[in-house]
Structures are given as C-alpha cells and as structure tokens.
C-alpha cells in the first residue's frame, strides 16, 4: 500500500466548514486504499494574528519565541483536522514538526531541514490510522528549540516527509488548478500546465510564480519526489512537477510559461569610474546588508569620461536599506549619483525547450517591440529569458509573450503525466 | 541563590497590558535575587474559545487531539510573556510541559503527574535566564502524546516543578490578595487568612473554595513545598498554606474559614427496604456511572413499615445521570421514589484547632438557629464540620457562623508565616 503525501494550506482550512471539507478528500484518498499524511498549515490568517500579538509586546520579540508562538497556528489547525477526521469514523493523529521527526538547524524563522526522522508517522500509519503533520516548523538538532521554516515552509516540510516516507507522491492543494501558463487574471486564456520538469517550476518560482515555494521544488528535485499541484476545491488533475525525462518529450512545449514579478526595484549608481574592483566594492556593500540581488548590467564604459554606469534588481523590501548601504560607499567609489526606481517589473519565458530552439529569444523581444513595450534590462538562464520593463506594461509584455509562443492553444489533457488522471 | 517559582492564571494575562504587567512583577523578582521559574496559564479565555472551535468541528472530539489543540493556548501566553521579558532587557526562555519534563500518565484531559524532570529548566536559569514554563500540560509517559492536567491544572504543574526544582516557595498568583475567612461578597468583614495548614486547606478547597484547586494543595503537603496565594494586582503578602507544625500555634485560630459551596444536588431514595445490601446497591450503581458522592444521611428505619429513607449530595452536573442509573434499580431494590432537589448549598466551619475545642459544633449549631437556617445534613472531619442547608439560606448561615467565631476579629499582622513580609 503506497504513501500518498498531502499538503491543504492555510485557506482550505480557514474554517470549521473548511476543515470538514479537507477531511472528506482526506478520508476518500484513504478509501482509494492509501496510506495518507496530511500536512497541513496555520488557519487563515491565524499567523497573521499571532504576528500582531507579538507586536503589542515587544518591537523585536526573539526569534526562539516568535518561533514557539507562531507553531501554535499549526497545532490548533491539525489537532482540529484530526477531530474532524475522527468525526468520518477514520483514525487520524496529530504530531507536531519536532514529533513527526522534522530536524532542522537552529536559524529560528529561518530554518533548514537537516534531516527527517518520521517513526512515529511511520508507526500511526501502520497502525491504520491517518497522520496530520504541523507543517512549516522542525525542531533544532543543537538546542532542541522549536523552529519555524519561514513563510512557504509547509510545502517543504510536505516534500520533505515525501521523500522521507518514500511516498508514492506529494499532492500540493492550493485554491487554483495547478501552474498556469500565465497569470489568468492577467491572460484569460491561460491554461494550466499539465506537466513540468522541476528546472522549470524553479525558474517559474524564483520569477515570480508564487505557486510553489522555491525551497520546497529544490527538495523535490534533489529527492526527485513527484509533486501534484492541485485544487482543493476540485477534483481536477493539476500540474505534476516532475524530473524533466519524466515530461513527454513529443509534447513538450518550447516555453512551459511566462511569469511575472512585481515585487523588485532597480538602483542605478551612476558615473563609477572604470577602476577594478569598483563594482565589486559595490556588490560588497549590498551583500553586507544581507540583501540579495537579481539582475544586474553594466553600461559601456563612456570613452570620454572614462565613467560607466552600473544597474541592479532587488527586492522592493530590502531598497531602503540598500541605498543607505550604498550612500556610505559614495566617496570611496566616487560615483557621481544613485538613482532608485520602483517602477518596474520583471516578465519571464521559461522552457526546457528553448535549450534546442535557438529563436525564442529573437521571438520574445519582437512580441514585446509590437505591443510597444520598451526592454530596460535582460538576463538569461538555459531554460529561461528574463526582461526588465516599466511596472505598467507588465500586463501587455505578459499578454505578449503569451501570444507570441501559442500557449493558449496548449493541448492540455495530452500531456498528462502517468495518464492516471489522479 | 534560592528558586521562587511563580504561577500566573489567565486573568492576570488577558491581554498585551496583562503581560506585561506580570513580566515586570517577574523581573523585579529576578533582580531580588532569585531564580525564577513561572508557570502560566493561556490567556483569558482562549482555552474556553479552542474548545468552542473544537465543538464545532466535532460533537465528541478524541482527547488526545482535544489536548494537542487546548495545549495551543499555552504556547501562545509562554511566548509572548517571554518576549515581554526580553523587551524589559532580560532573557527568558519558555517550554512546553513536555519540555520542561512533566511527564504524566495517559489520560487525556485528567491526566496525573507521575515524574518532572526539570533538566532543562535547571540549565536555563544556571543560564542565568528566566524559564516560562506552560501550565496545564505533559507528555505522556507511555505513548510520548501530550497531556492535559484538566482546569485547574496550571497550580498543580507549578507546586510540581517547585518540588521538583526545590524551590523555597511556590507563588500563586491570583486576582484576589489570598484565601479569606469567607467569601467577602458575602461577609464583607472576611479577613485574609495570613497562614494556613495543608490540612485546612484541602477541607476549604473539598467545601468549595476555589482559590486553590485540590490536587494542588495535595501535592504541596505531600512534598511540604510552602504555597503563597497573593494577588498580581498588588504587592501585600497573600496567604502562606504551610505545614501544620509552621502555623503558629499561639496564633492559631479555632476556626480557620467558613466556606461554602452552591454546586451540590440531594438525591432522596424514599422507602428502602431495612435488607442488607440495599445501600450498597444503590451506590454501586452511582460509582459505575463514575459520580463522585460527598455526604450521605440514611433516616432511622421507621418500625412500622421497615422502610428506611437514603439522601445523598454530588455535583449538580452529574444529578440526570444519577437519577437514571438509580431509575433502573426500582423493581431490584423495591424503593418507593426518588427525590431530586437542587435547592441545597453546603457551609462547612474549617479549623485545626477544632481538634482541641469540643464546643465547636454546639456554636455552629446554635448560630445557624438562631440565624433561623434549618440543617437538612451534616457530616464532620476531624478538623471540618459541613452542614447542608436551603440554597437561598446559604448567605445567612456563612454570616452567622463567621460572626460566631469572630473570624473578622483576627489580628491578621500577628499571624504572618515567617515574618518576611514577602
């Protein structure tokens, strides 16, 4: 009997009727003849609430407890799901991160999983019974303190006991059908994606495609566990993320997707002087406040003034911090101004299938040229092309690209991974 | 440096002003001069709202989910009093009951203490921190589930861990300054009690003083850890519950408190048949329903019918499910009715020192009489007489034996255990 992995998120548990709803598919996945864990995260906004409790106390609560408050959302959320459960006349038992044996380091808020030690889980299920798992928290091998994975983490910690148990697969349930082609609030014609190699889904989420947490895709593909994204409001088949010789390689799409992101900003040192090691003194500084950078371009250094100017992405979060890091470097560097602007955005093609179609770069930047959109930065990967435009004409570069590749016209159900229609 | 351990209820962390109220009562403690060690309950009535939750999702919830879920409330109260502490510039560290070692027997809601074993707690404060320790719960010797102690059971964890940790004292703090003489809304000329023994303050408790619960005081005598009931509104000395032998016998009062208790019923089986056995079937089919019984009359059989007439009182809450069981028992036993009457309330005298002056219950007796009370039951122990009156005579019968004995006459300074003033 095999081990089917599921993961409901905060708003398919949001309440009590919620709650119900996920122990029916629960207990109708066990009645399919599966052993069944269920990880599951905080209800609704209970983080939320618990974050703004911690704000009425303290400007700076430390991370350890922060981290022992936040984990109780997860264990009002499964102990509530195992009643529910018990309520069907199914067995179902509730363990915590650090009793379902998720081992993490110490970095409170923060965590990664060291390792996974699921006895116990092992044990409930042979016992028959259905295991609820709190997700999004571990216990820290060193000091045996609760820990928090960070926001997104109940994905991995699902993929994690995947792996761990052997599953035969890791059901991520989420309130959409799967990944998308595009966003369909943005391209109405956008179709979900039936299958996906995990280089793919990685790229989608590290540019922008908020589906899947970028952590949880690279624990899948190191463990090489199956992920089925999926609707809890449906019974549809959704996106399979799977290792790339796994996709259909005669229905394999060029471009799998485009992916928007509207979160970066973009800083411009204007006028360094073209001296080594300016712009590592630069990246240096940026580094040593703990913020990561996304795209980056240098212009052709101005012969006449020996100057070039050097430009960059970051996360809109980390940009004040950024240009005051920055600020201090000013008379060392001898550049002549920092330019901020958070009026961009960032729109990206990924696909395998640009690996052996040289074209698609030529294609994407005349869709974008035709729809009168102006590229201000670009950088690429193997299986991805990414541009810089103006925050506005973000929908149209999307409506763009999508058009451009055919991806409305996308035969969905022909590529269907396994053809089990699970 | 000796060990004060603290315990805080729900009312005295309602809220974020709540926390950090008691974190600075806790701090100013730590800078005293002692190792502190605070047991807490969860806030306000967040145990009272998992539960409605609970209900909500299911009419009969298993109990061992239903304690991973109360035990939630805990969690949240421990971290955020934590984090009070650390914004006032000291470090606390908090733990689960499972981790702070109090390890209890499996059943789920009730369970018992069999062992604490403090390894991390007594790391934490040689540490130097403050260790916030959650009430009400464990982990389950024998199947490593969590626990709950059932209400009231965040005094006993305390009393616990301060025998375990050997403490010079167990703080509990409450909303009132300690136990009194009788129910101040009813006498409002009630005294504090300064001292009292063990022995006096299981009988208050057993006769319906809710200050302390039982099992706690239980617990204390049986490891003669001293108890400090005070209040965490206000700084005076509360009341010290102590050995027998420490309550200053020069000070010692005859009578220590009037208590009372409005929570009983009186069920009348009416013409039993003067057989052997008869009684016993009766109570037999009582305990199998699992209700605990306090006082029991049986009327001198009357010659003529060899008829006899068996009251007893237990909780209001168990009387329909004692009056089915008895129901059944009609045709075997051949009573002729059963009465049932909620209409009691029961005033119990409590004082070692009755044990050494005989007159006591004659005075209560005569008060009561002359208060113009009717005694429908009595029952004594050796330092404890209880009488069952009319519920709405209850106020009337506190009164007159308080005056009686001239409890609001006692020179509370003169009595104060130990003299510290602490």
Not at 87 to 98: D, V, W
Not at 125 to 144: L, R, T
Not at 179 to 203: G, H, K
Request: hydrophobic letters at 45%; charged letters at 20%.
């Amino acid at each position: 009997m095999g081990i089917v992995v599921q993961k409901y998120g905060g708003s398919s548990v949001a309440d009590a009727t919620g709650v119900t709803r996920v122990a029916q598919r629960i207990v109708a996945t066990k009645q399919a003849g599966h052993h069944v864990v269920v990880v599951v995260s905080a209800m609704g906004d209970t983080t939320d609430e618990l974050l703004d409790l911690a704000n009425d106390i303290s400007p700076l609560p430390s991370g350890r407890e922060l981290d022992m408050l936040l984990t109780a959302g997860e264990r009002i959320s499964m102990a509530l799901l195992a009643m529910a459960i018990g309520n069907l006349g199914h067995e179902a038992r509730s363990f915590t991160g650090s009793q379902a044996g998720v081992i993490t380091d110490s970095a409170h808020g923060k965590a990664k999983i060291i390792d996974v030690t699921p006895g116990r889980i092992q044990a409930a299920i042979q016992d028959g019974a259905i295991a609820i798992v709190a997700g999004f928290q571990g216990v820290s091998q060193s000091s045996k303190d609760i820990t928090t994975l960070g926001r997104g983490g109940s994905d991995t910690t699902a993929v994690a006991l995947a792996a761990a148990l052997q599953a035969e697969v890791c059901e991520i349930y989420t309130d959409v059908d799967g990944v998308f082609t595009a966003d369909p609030r943005i391209v109405p014609s956008a179709q979900r994606i039936p299958a996906i190699s995990y280089e793919e889904m990685l790229e989608m989420a590290a540019s922008g495609a908020k589906i899947l947490h970028l952590r949880c895709v690279e624990y899948a593909r190191r463990h090489n566990m199956p992920i089925h994204v999926r609707s809890s409001f449906s019974h549809k088949t959704g996106t399979w993320v799977v290792d790339g010789s796994k996709v259909d390689s005669m229905e394999q799409a060029i471009i799998s997707g485009v992916a928007h992101d509207r979160s970066e900003a973009k800083i411009t040192v204007v006028g360094v002087p073209d001296k080594v090691g300016e712009a590592a003194r630069i990246f240096e500084a940026v580094a040593a406040a703990q913020i990561n950078i996304d795209m980056i371009v240098q212009n052709a250094t101005v012969a006449s003034t020996g100057l070039a100017d050097i430009s960059f992405t970051l996360p809109r979060a980390d940009g004040q911090t950024a240009m005051a890091a920055l600020a201090v470097l000013k008379d060392q560097v001898g550049y002549d101004t920092l330019l901020y602007d958070d009026g961009i955005g960032k729109v990206s093609l990924v696909g395998a299938g640009m690996r052996s179609h040289p074209g698609v770069s030529a294609g994407f930047f005349s869709a974008l040229a035709q729809a009168g959109v102006n590229i201000d930065m670009i950088s690429t990967s193997e299986i991805r092309i990414s541009v810089i435009v103006a925050e506005d004409q973000v929908d149209d570069a999307v409506t763009a690209a999508h058009a451009r590749f055919d991806l409305e016209a996308r035969d969905v159900e022909a590529v269907v991974y396994g053809g089990s229609g699970r």
